[in-house]
């Protein structure tokens, strides 16, 4: 004779979305309302990684690496190495503009409006990546905690589109980084600790403020930082923070599901795309 509890044990698995044990034939997640939790493309180990914290945020780091990585690489004899650690391998120009540098110049003379996607995953040099990547490591966990990691994703990638677009309309001619993405979700950070309060929102509004004024004060010391992204990013970050809301108020969706999925979608297409089209022009 069977069992009937070891069958019930072997047919649970985690919910991908809130990670609670349910059985793999329930039509919805009895906890946080998922359809079809225990269908065979949630549970893949890609959908998976993604919706945990560490995957999600390894991924966005992993992609910035590798296209980093490419500039290098179709740079070629061009590629910087200076003494100076500001300019220590730095891609050249025609590179970053391949690969999708945004800004007047691409936009303009190519009509590359993907661009606004793509140059949040450009970097100049060594340290403009190692800056953007430990403060993304930094921030991101906290937006994931007090957002989710759907919305933490939505934040990032439109804070960026938003961030760059206002510094096309303010005249920038070329531009990349992550900083403007990384803006939105200090953006996101101060909504959050204003908007909650208490000990522990007024903790989280003074210590991501500090990080906001001295990204400000940083932009106004420093000649060509892209203060116009940085700037356009946040105010992205705080609007999104405002209108999606965060877990305590109001938990992820279906469509915070949606629109992440979107994002990450579109963002894959258009990096893939633009290493394509890089690749083809210089070979």
Known sequence: MTDPSKGTRNNALLCPNCRRLVSADEPRC???????????????????GINSEWGLLHTIIAANLVMYLITLLLSRGSLRLSGNPLHFLSPDNHALLLLGATGVFPIDQYHRWWTLVSASYLHGGILHIAFNMLALRQLAPLIMREYGNHRMFIIYALSGVAGFLLSYIAGVSLTIGASAAVCGLIGAALYYGKRRGGVYGQAIYRQVG??????????????????????GGMAAGILLGAIMGYQ???KERFF???LASLCLVATAGILMWAVFTALFYRL
Do not use: D
Not at 30 to 48: D, E, H
Not at 210 to 231: D, K, Q, S
């Open 30 to 48: 009895p906890y946080c309302g998922i359809p079809t939790p225990g269908a065979r493309w949630k549970q893949s180990r890609l959908v998976q």
């Open 210 to 231: 500090g990080w906001a004024m001295g990204i400000v004060i940083f932009g106004v010391m420093v000649p060509g930082i892209n203060n116009w992204a940085h700037g």
């Open 248 to 250: 305590e108020r109001c």
């Open 256 to 258: 915070h599901r949606w």
